[in-house]
């Protein structure tokens, strides 16, 4: 079992190529889901159903990003940033707060958001177009509030300035 799993370890560095000079390795993920995000998942399915399941947290998530990467006040910061993966994460961490069935698998939002420069605006202008995906995902008013107070905490954190 231990030789199984040291094979497979070695065998996956190989495969995964040397780590250049100027990479860093990522960092471990630390934390539960919980404490990455910074929040504890809604209890019972009311919420997931809300935001109609997997398939309207996906359109949600799709139309979030697509329309912040082409915004004028905030598009720049999605610039270099692998959208695929910003997609999958937050199709995460959205169906995890919701109380759907996946599980966030990325790191804390300081460090995920470090260095980046966020400002408060930027961060208003994101909520902005969240609120305009869930509309569109036509997701109720009330409903809409839970999910956004459950996501204010992450501004203390992910706001530099």
Not at 69 to 87: M, S, Y
């Amino acid at each position: 079992m231990i030789r199984t799993l040291a094979f497979t370890l070695a065998a996956s560095a190989l495969l995964a190529g040397p780590v250049l000079a100027e990479e860093t390795p990522p960092e471990p993920i630390k934390g539960t889901p919980a404490e990455n995000i910074g929040t504890q998942p809604f209890q019972g399915d009311g919420m997931w159903k809300a935001f109609h399941e997997q398939a309207g947290v996906n359109r949600i998530v799709d139309h979030l990003v697509d329309s912040a990467v082409v915004d004028p006040k905030i598009g720049e910061i999605f610039k270099g940033h692998e959208i695929p993966k910003l997609k999958k994460l937050l199709v995460e961490q959205f169906s995890y707060i919701l109380g759907g069935p996946q599980v966030y698998s990325g790191r804390d939002m300081k460090t995920a958001h470090k260095d980046m420069g966020l400002q408060m605006a930027d961060f208003n202008r994101l909520v902005e177009l969240l609120q305009k995906s869930m509309d569109q995902e036509h997701v109720a008013f009330r409903d809409q509030n839970r999910f956004l107070a459950k996501l204010a905490p992450m501004e203390r954190v992910t706001v530099e300035r």
